[in-house]
């Protein structure tokens, strides 16, 4: 009886609570001007911030994971050239004090099949 009153919570809370979202600093192949807003809601993918430090351009987004990072950027048609977590909160309050270059340092790359180099 317990057991099952604790498996229906877990599948109770399992569908109420979302996924915790990671975040993604994609570098890409051209400045970002953005996706469908529908687009970015059906694939559970937010915009955080866009920007390019020298001739490297990047995109830093809240996904569910990497898959649907992935298939973001099959759909919009764009290369991704590294794929980065974040090892800190890029909307932090602490990190707006920073600079683009010091932000950089909180990006750490990580394996990436889809990506062109």
Do not use: K
């Not at 009886?1 to 229906?8: D, G, K, N, V």
């Not at 994609?26 to 920007?51: C, H, K, P, W």
């Not at 490297?56 to 996904?63: E, G, I, N, P």
């Not at 992935?70 to 909160?89: K, M, P, Q, V």
Request: aromatic fraction near 10%.
């Amino acid at each position: 009886m317990t057991r099952t009153i604790f498996t229906t919570a877990a599948l109770v809370l399992a569908t109420v609570i979302p996924a915790q979202a990671e975040q993604f600093a994609v570098r890409i192949d051209a400045a970002y001007q953005g996706a469908n807003d529908r687009l970015m809601e059906a694939m559970q993918i937010t915009e955080i911030d866009s920007f390019s430090q020298g001739d490297a351009h990047y995109v830093v987004l809240d996904a569910p994971d990497e898959a649907y990072v992935e298939a973001f950027f099959f759909a919009i048609g764009r290369d991704a050239i590294e794929l980065n977590t974040l090892d800190a909160d890029w909307r932090a309050p602490g990190m707006d004090g920073l600079s683009v270059a010091q932000r950089l340092d909180f990006l750490r790359a990580i394996h990436c099949e889809f990506c062109t180099s």
